[in-house]
């Protein structure tokens, strides 16, 4: 009868999973980085409106007139 090799219980995290969550770990901080640094500019349902569409409309929540 041949004996095959004690394969340990559990051989470890996969590489492909180390990356995965590497990659998203620093898209997160890089995310961050730039909402604290005010880089991206003000956000808000607003911000992609263009001035002719707006007019007549009423003020949108925490837009100062």
Known sequence: ???MAD???YPGTPRWV?????IVGL???????LMASGVGG???PGRHLSTPDTE???PL???RP
């Open 7 to 9: 394969q340990s219980p």
């Open 1 to 3: 009868m041949i004996k």
């Open 42 to 44: 003000p956000h808000g």
């Open 18 to 22: 180390k990356i995965s969550f590497t």
């Open 27 to 33: 898209l997160l901080l890089l995310a961050v980085a």
């Open 56 to 58: 007549g409309q009423p």
């Open 61 to 63: 929540a925490g837009d």
